[in-house]
């Protein structure tokens, strides 16, 4: 969809709508979903308020506890400053009077991206199943709406790690029943879709891929930090002669062995976001906001990330990396996987719970030896920005249908 070819809306046939969706913690690919997903909505229908619904469960803002460090103010001012929140703040340990409002506020209900259907089940008491995570809010949630009078769209949600098997029959049935009143339905990874299979194929029938939101960021609008923040790695003695690698990684055997194997080939090694002692430089901490952080990416010969998020902003920036899952997941779907797939990366994938075929230390030497893909990539991410532009379009469609008879 071209938005040159659309005109505004007239005043007449203005709406709003709200995103609901994980955009409050500190973490930079979870800001950087809810921003890009708001302004390509903004975008693709002009004359309409969007917002992001400014809901926060109380129990995670406790686990994720004080701002500590530089990185988390830089993100929690990102957040709160650039995030087209809503003027109402609701803080609070459940549901209870979310949808009333969002149905006296908006005209449509998005939920997603990200893995705003991520549950954990425990075995309590007598086999009795449990969900007690401050990180994961007990099912059914806000992200589940049963019972709301305005149309309800999932925009290429994610269930992440939830483990599907634990899912009690009786939780299963009142899922199914919630995806009945969904307008339209997404999905983001193969995993999810394995899950909506679970539910119903009837459902799954139903539901078409959308990609992360992320991947509909103006490249340019990306481009545009790259040079602030490789000025500030040479203010921290960063040399641009000698290749570099970036990592996002908890330290482990295997993870160790790669970057001693990267360490002897010349690179220099930075770590973002996560602590890790076999760095050269340890940016964990540092105060980079979402954009900066992607423009961090661009600044690297190569990188390891286990994050999903720079996994993408590699993609995006044209950068040989591999993907790698550290998080104890049986899962062969996982939404880092389903990525690499779509791209036809699977050989840059490593999984180091299941630990299959080759060593993490193997697939980085065969990364060197290879040339990437650059044109593949870009072609790949052209279709996914049309995918994101037609699904776009199916909800202008939904919103304004007043509006095909203005257009015409």
Same mark, same amino acid.
């Given at each position: 969809m071209s938005n040159s070819n659309v005109l505004p809306l007239p005043h007449i046939f203005r709406k709003n709508l709200g995103i609901l969706t994980l955009h409050s913690g500190l973490n930079e690919g979870a800001i950087l979903q809810a921003?890009?997903?708001?302004? =390509?909505?903004?975008? !693709?229908?002009?004359?309409?308020q969007v917002e992001i619904i400014d809901f926060r469960y109380s129990q995670?803002?406790?686990?994720? $506890?004080?701002?500590? +460090?530089?990185?988390?103010?830089?993100?929690?001012?990102?957040? /709160?400053?650039?995030?087209?929140? @809503?003027?109402?703040r609701m803080i609070q340990p459940d549901r209870t009077g979310l949808y009333q409002k969002i149905e006296q506020e908006y005209n449509l209900l998005i939920l997603g991206s990200d893995e705003i259907w991520k549950l954990k089940y425990e075995k309590g008491w007598l086999g009795l199943t449990k969900q007690c995570s401050p990180w994961h809010p007990a099912f059914p949630n806000a992200y589940w709406p049963e019972k709301i009078s305005i149309p309800v769209i999932a925009y290429a949600p994610s269930i992440g790690r939830t483990d599907i098997t634990?899912?009690?029959?009786? =939780?299963?049935?009142?899922? &199914?029943? #919630?995806m009945r009143h969904f307008t339209l339905l997404s999905y983001r990874d193969e995993k999810t879709?394995?899950?909506l299979? %679970?539910? /119903?194929?009837?459902?799954a029938q139903k539901a078409v891929f959308v990609p992360d939101p992320v991947f509909t960021l103006p490249l340019d609008q990306i481009q545009s930090f790259q040079e602030n923040v490789k000025f500030r790695l040479m203010e921290k003695g960063i040399n641009f002669d000698r290749p570099l690698l970036g990592i996002i990684l908890d330290p482990s055997e295997e993870t160790n062995n790669a970057l001693r194997f990267f360490r002897k080939k010349g690179y220099q090694i930075i770590a973002f @976001?996560?602590?890790?002692?076999?760095?050269?430089l340890?940016? /964990? @901490? &540092?105060?980079?906001?979402?954009? &900066? %952080?992607? $423009?961090?990416?661009?600044?690297?010969?190569? #990188?390891? @990330?286990?994050?999903? =998020? $720079? #996994?993408? !902003?590699?993609?995006?920036? +044209?950068?040989?990396f591999i993907g790698i899952d550290q998080y104890n997941s049986k899962s062969k779907n996982t939404k880092i996987r389903s990525l690499l797939k779509t791209f036809d990366l699977e050989k840059n994938y490593f999984n180091e719970y299941l630990r299959e075929g080759k060593s993490l230390k193997q697939i980085c030497e065969a990364l060197l030896e290879q040339p990437w893909p650059t044109d593949s990539i870009s072609k790949k991410i052209d279709q996914l920005r049309n995918l994101s532009n037609v699904f776009a379009e199916k909800i202008l469609n939904i919103i304004t249908p007043e509006y095909e008879t203005v257009r015409k």
């Open positions: 921003l890009a997903l708001s302004r =390509h909505l903004a975008r !693709s229908i002009p004359g309409s995670k803002i406790t686990a994720y $506890g004080p701002l500590i +460090n530089q990185r988390h103010i830089a993100l929690f001012n990102f957040a /709160s400053r650039a995030l087209p929140l @809503s003027k109402n634990t899912i009690p029959r009786r =939780h299963r049935i009142q899922m &199914e029943k #919630c879709l394995q899950f299979e %679970w539910l /119903s194929p009837a459902i @976001s996560y602590p890790n002692v076999q760095c050269d340890d940016l /964990s @901490s &540092e105060a980079f906001n979402p954009l &900066e %952080w992607m $423009g961090l990416f661009q600044c690297m010969d190569i #990188c390891l @990330s286990c994050r999903f =998020h $720079g #996994c993408i !902003s590699c993609l995006m920036g +044209n950068v040989p």
